[in-house]
């Protein structure tokens, strides 16, 4: 069957970017002016709406554009307007719209406070901040620096005993990384080595592949990941792992494994191919 298909097309997803772009070529096309901080509600808004479930790439983003049309005149019943203009609200309330029509409560106008703060209510997590705050000032330094080269960001290992804010972290990293433009999704996928691991042969690969795909472009964060290391199917976990971090096509998901300090040391020292690939 494939001998006989000699050619094939591949139509990417549309970014945020493209979002953005097609909205001002036809704000262009119609005559439309848009306000100064439309753009920005726009990227923040694309940004979550891509990550939705149902993402409908250009047709969506028409809708999107007919919807703050639709917002723009409800704003004028009974007025008039000098010039044909798009404001922030116009298009904050298309974006609210859609998100909510998808289950998200997503808002682009709300500013949102500081992720770190939220440590603030863990009980010694000085360093941890003081990490996650190094890693922050490095990369919006890299990004004002527009000649300077992006340093790799990499994936993540936490260590330490249940109870003990792993999990928060790493909601807190999601966020960071993605007000820094360093995810394309703002989720954080949450797991543990158990619930990936099979219970025959080609199973894990499958549970890890099936994660991945869920987090893409976010974080998967894989609580307890050093059971993946143990049993029948251990190095069918650790490979695929490796492989999807890897792959192209996750090439824009962090991954975080966390666990009891003696038991991820050995796992990551038992595959130096894995170890390599967490640098934090």
Known sequence: LKSRFTRRFEFPDWSPEDCVKFFNTSASKENFLI???????????????????????????????????????????GSTEAERRLT??????????????????????????????????????????????????TFAMAEQEQDAEMPVLGHFV??????????????????????????????????????????YLGQTKMRVKEKLDEAKGGVLFID??????????AEEAVTAL???????EHKSTVIIVAGYKEDMDKMLNANSGLKSRFTR
Not at 165 to 183: P, Q, S
Not at 224 to 233: H, I, P, R, V
């Open 35 to 77: 306000d100064g901080g439309v753009e920005t509600i726009l990227m923040r808004g694309c940004r979550e709406l891509t990550t939705l479930k149902g993402w409908g790439n250009g047709r969506d983003v028409k809708e999107l554009w007919m919807k703050s049309k639709g917002y723009r005149a409800n704003r004028l019943v």
């Open 88 to 137: 922030e609200a116009d298009v904050s309330q298309a974006v609210v719209d859609m998100a909510h029509s998808r289950g998200s409560g997503f808002d682009p106008s709300k500013k949102e406070g500081n992720p770190l703060d939220r440590l603030d209510r863990l009980y010694r997590m000085d360093g941890v901040k003081q990490q996650i705050t190094e890693i922050r000032n």
């Open 158 to 199: 936490f260590v330490g005993s249940p109870g003990t804010g792993k999990t928060t972290v790493a909601r807190v990293i999601k966020d960071i990384l993605f007000e820094l433009n360093l995810l394309t999704a703002h989720r954080c996928v949450e797991t543990s080595g158990l619930d990936m691991t099979g219970e």
């Open 224 to 233: 307890e990941a050093y059971s993946l290391s143990k049993g029948t199917f």
């Open 242 to 248: 490796v492989q999807a971090m890897t792959d192209p």
